[in-house]
């Protein structure tokens, strides 16, 4: 088989040695004579996966010891839910910042549970290429309880790079798809969740950052299972958790860490993601309308200047193996996404494939 680079944005690539790993020991984990999917997620030997895991991931983020990890089920659009259920009652308000698809999302589910206000930060400059509104200029309300805002926003191709501090207002932060791809400060954010599919790789699990002492209130209404302070108690087991998931994030970030942790994988990321920008602003052929300082180093979402071209282009990409490289349908055109375990000779073989392409079709 050729080399396949998976641009798929969720679930993702995952990194080769991470996979190569769980296949050697998927049936017998570490001699014990099982694999570790098919034994007690209250056995020691899952308890130490577990626990291996989330300290291998406050060592990546350096999260302080005030912040709870809590790893969950749902999805990030459980936490769409989640999230209002925890922080506040129902004749509250929260401000949503709407920079896109997701955080639009966001906004939409926590009509249920509160009042919220969505403030859009998405412009078009008068060259037409679109902008987000720095944190600065965020018009939030006085008397919201929290802002909610999306760093990368997986569908549109758009980032915010900034660090919020706006003093004394609680952030919540969906780090779905750009988590661990760059180094954060924990301290600048209240709540960050990810659903682990898009940067850390197997689909089922949730990783929520939270200040301890914002896990307190819990509306009556929430699931048990969606209760912060309930998931803490349990130590993230009170139901069943996807334990296949977590072994196989645990593998992730270890593979992180053995790598140079996360200063040099925002290296490596940013490179990636500048050598494909600077192809698709090198010609004519091939557009992105956003500004540089919005560009996401995770989703770059690219046009062919002639549409038309579209299907000829994925289905050669993908002879060569270069696969699900389509844009997702409310946008069009293109997506690589180029997550962490996307090698630089994967974007390579892209921008390689791209100037063959236009020669050819140009
Ligand atoms: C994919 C994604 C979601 C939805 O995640 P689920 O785990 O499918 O619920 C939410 N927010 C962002 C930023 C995403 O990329």
């Known amino acids: ?23 050697k ?3 017998n984990w570490k001699q014990s004579g099982s694999s570790i999917i098919e034994i007690s997620h209250r056995s020691e030997e899952f308890i130490q996966v577990a626990l ?6 406050r060592d990546l983020l350096n999260i302080p010891d005030h912040f709870k990890v809590l790893f969950c089920q749902g999805g990030a659009r459980g936490q769409f839910s989640a999230v209002p259920m925890n922080l506040l009652s129902c004749d509250k308000k929260a401000d949503y910042i709407n920079s896109g698809y997701w955080s639009e999302c966001a906004f939409i589910e926590s009509k249920k549970y509160c009042i919220p206000k ?3 930060i998405k412009k078009k400059h008068y060259d037409r290429k679109t902008f987000l509104l720095p944190m600065k200029k965020w018009n939030f309300n006085k008397d919201s ?26 952030i919540i932060a969906d780090f779905s798809s750009c988590i661990l791809s760059r180094e954060i400060n924990i301290e600048n954010y209240d709540l960050i969740y990810a659903g682990a599919q898009k940067n850390i790789g197997p689909a089922g699990i949730t990783i929520i950052i939270i200040r301890e002492n914002l896990i307190k209130f819990c509306s009556k209404i929430s699931p048990s299972i969606l209760d912060y302070k309930n998931i803490l108690q349990y130590n993230s087991m009170f139901n069943t958790p ?9 593998l992730v970030f270890k593979w992180l860490k053995k790598n140079g942790g996360l200063k040099n994988i925002e290296k490596l990321n940013k490179k990636k993601a500048d050598l494909l920008y600077k192809k698709i602003d090198d010609s004519d052929f091939y557009i992105n309308n956003i500004d540089i300082k919005n560009r996401s180093n995770m989703n770059v979402v690219f046009y062919l ?20 490289l389509k844009g997702h349908r409310i946008v069009g055109g293109m997506r690589a996404s180029i997550y962490n375990a996307m090698p630089l000779a994967g974007v390579q073989a892209l921008i390689n494939f791209m100037s063959y392409f236009e020669n050819r079709y140009g």
């Open 118 to 120: 969505s403030i859009l």
């Open 1 to 23: 088989m050729n080399v396949v680079y998976n641009f798929s944005a969720g679930p993702a690539m995952m990194p080769k040695d991470v996979l190569l790993q769980a296949t």
């Open 25 to 27: 020991e998927l049936q």
């Open 145 to 170: 309880e929290y802002i909610h805002y999306c760093p990368n926003e997986t569908i549109d191709g758009l980032s915010i790079y900034e660090e919020p501090c706006f003093n004394d207002k609680v």
């Open 305 to 324: 200047k002639d549409p038309q071209l579209n299907s000829i282009f994925l289905e050669k990409a993908s002879l060569i193996g270069l696969k699900y």
């Open 52 to 57: 291996e895991a989330e300290q291998d991931l």
């Open 242 to 250: 996807p334990t296949f998931s977590w072994y196989l994030s645990g």
